[in-house]
Structure formats: structure tokens, C-alpha cells
């Protein structure tokens, strides 16, 4: 089994563990139709769809196995203003997928990037990854621009290659390596002040 020591921080973040006490938070951007917009299958949710939803992120504290995924409420002050994951997709070739969502009265300020900032560290450093990939609707342009700022190399984009709202969909994929993560993150921790605190 295998977490971050809880909870991460940040300059202005602490990273831990989704709770049920997180339900209204989360609602607040998940109830919304732009933030749902991108995501595949997702829309506004009810406060009862979004119980269901922090239910099962409150689940997703540690990797075990290949499938699993963790998930850390990113919280500024008092209040949970997004989420990152990480999915663990190989165990033998060291790989995992990389996801995030915030409110988006919280955008513009680097606080996405300073979160998924420290949750790579721990999936390159103490997890041992080798990959990381990100992948999203190629519509979705803040997304897009989060992985670059990641370092994330456009690797790839999948041609009307799944079924989006009723369409076929463009894919961006993205991936950076465990080399190339720790070659360019003091460019990084400068640009958002993402360093975790121990």
C-alpha cells in the first residue's frame, strides 16, 4: 500500500484525503456546467449525485494494486477548491495517469499547478514512477495548458477517437518522465511556488 505521508503541503495548499464533510465543497463545483463541460458522461451533479461522488473519493486514500486511485482534496484555507488524482495503470512498466479539477473561482492563481506540482513529486519520488500521462478532450484548452505547464509532452492526438455528448471526440494525450520531471522541476517550483513543505 502506498500514499503520501498526509497531509501534503504546499506554499498554500494542504493535500490529504477526501472526508463526507468535504460533500459541499465539492458540490459547488461539481453542480456546475462549466466545470463539467469536459468531463465524459459527467453532468451538473445533485447534492445527492455529489454524496455518492465524495463517497467514493473518500475511498480512493491509497495504491495497492494496478487500477487504483488515489485522491487528494487540494484545500486553500478552510475550504476544498479542488481535487487531483492519480490512477495507477502498470505496475511493471511504473506508470500512472494524472487528473485534476478545481473551482473555477480559484483559477488563474497557479493553485492546480502547485497542487498536482507535490502530487507528482510523490508519484516520481517516493512511488517510484517512471510515467506519468494526462489525457483530455482536445476542446478543453485550460487542461491542455495545466499538462504543459506540468512539462508534459503533447504526445499525441487520438482523431475522433471516442464517443463525447453523442460525437466522436479528439483525445490530447500528454506524459512526462521521471527524468524529464526532475530535470525541469526547479523551473517549475520558481514559476509556481509549488514546493512541498516537509
Not at 493553485?111 to 478532450?137: K, P, Q, S, Y
Not at 487520438?158 to 523551473?187: C, I, K, N, T
Amino acid at each position: 500500500m502506498a500514499h503520501p505521508s498526509y497531509p501534503l503541503r504546499t506554499t498554500r495548499l494542504l493535500l490529504r484525503p477526501v472526508t463526507l464533510d468535504d460533500l459541499d465543497d465539492v458540490h459547488a463545483w461539481q453542480r456546475r456546467p462549466d466545470v463539467v463541460r469536459w468531463m465524459r458522461g459527467a453532468e451538473p451533479r445533485t447534492r445527492e449525485a455529489s454524496r455518492a461522488s465524495v463517497a467514493a473519493m473518500a475511498g480512493e486514500t491509497a495504491l495497492r494494486a494496478e487500477g487504483d486511485c488515489l485522491t487528494l482534496a487540494a484545500v486553500a484555507g478552510t475550504r476544498v477548491v479542488g481535487a487531483v488524482e492519480l490512477v495507477w495503470r502498470s505496475q511493471a512498466d511504473r506508470t500512472a495517469e494524472l487528473g485534476y479539477v478545481f473551482h473555477p473561482d480559484h483559477g488563474g492563481r497557479g493553485l492546480a499547478t502547485e497542487a498536482t506540482t507535490a502530487v507528482l513529486d510523490w508519484g516520481f519520488g517516493e512511488f517510484g514512477l517512471h510515467r506519468v500521462i494526462a489525457r483530455c478532450h482536445a476542446g478543453n484548452e485550460a487542461s491542455a495548458r495545466l499538462a504543459s505547464r506540468l512539462g508534459m509532452r503533447r504526445e499525441a492526438r487520438h482523431v475522433r477517437s471516442y464517443r463525447f455528448r453523442g460525437e466522436w471526440a479528439d483525445q490530447l494525450v500528454f506524459a512526462v518522465l521521471a527524468e524529464e520531471w526532475r530535470a525541469g522541476r526547479d523551473a517549475l517550483v520558481d514559476s509556481s511556488g509549488a514546493s512541498p513543505r516537509r
